[in-house]
């Protein structure tokens, strides 16, 4: 049992893994299970540093907290499975979050308001809507006809020069509005043609590694 936490945590926090110290807010804890539950799942392990140092959990509070957070502060609620493992006299907590087959799962910002998050690389992001349109279309299942004209080859054209744009840069660049610019961006991350990644900054849009040739 004790290899098997210790594997886990010489890989690292990563997209599916998780090292927290403590829970002391559920509501922070929520974001986590919310960007685990719309990205891939994953396991936190709580009574761990963030350099992967063992430190325990103090209390069975830690287990009443993430269990909180999933049934109370996420939208909808989040199924977790827990295991206590006991490794040289500390006690770690190990909460796994499997991929919703419903998204997006909320959770709610600093402000009080239920957003959306994804996990990438260690961190959580918030979901602009953008993201949000590409998981409610892509549950749909339909196709999509996507038609080049002057303002998808100029989206395109920028991102091969420039590597990425917001939705308030591509707004600008081809004089669209939000809604439209939303929708186009949406379109080609369905298409394959584009991915996101989350920042500091907010979201960027860039090309994927699929690009094909009738697209130049």
């Known amino acids: 049992m004790g290899r098997y936490i210790h594997n886990l945590i010489s890989g690292g926090e990563g997209l599916n893994l998780d090292f927290k110290y403590c829970i002391s ?12 539950s ?11 540093r963030d350099n992967g140092s063992l430190a325990g ?23 977790i499975r827990t295991r206590n493992h006991t490794i040289n006299g500390k006690n770690i907590l190990e909460a796994e979050v499997l991929k919703s087959p419903v ?19 260690d961190q959580n992001f918030m979901a602009d809507r953008v993201i949000l349109q590409v998981w409610r279309r892509s549950a749909k299942s339909r196709g999509l006809l996507l038609r080049f004209e002057e303002t ?17 840069e591509f707004r600008i660049l081809a004089g669209i509005n939000a809604r439209r610019a939303e929708k186009i961006l949406s379109d080609f991350i369905l298409c394959g043609l584009i991915t996101y990644e989350g920042s500091e ?3 960027f849009y860039r090309l994927s590694n699929f690009s094909p040739d009738q697209t130049r």
């Open 25 to 36: 807010d559920p509501q922070k804890i929520a974001r986590t299970l919310s960007a685990f």
């Open 38 to 48: 719309n990205t891939a799942g994953g396991k936190l392990l709580i009574g761990v």
């Open 57 to 79: 959990v103090r209390s069975d509070e830690e287990y009443y907290m993430i269990d909180a957070a999933a049934r109370l502060h996420c939208d909808p609620e989040v199924t």
């Open 103 to 121: 998204i997006p799962v909320k959770a709610r910002d600093e402000h009080g308001r239920w957003r959306a998050y994804f996990r990438q690389n």
């Open 152 to 168: 998808e080859n100029l989206l395109l054209s920028y991102l091969r020069s420039e590597g990425r744009i917001t939705v308030k």
């Open 201 to 203: 900054k907010g979201i």
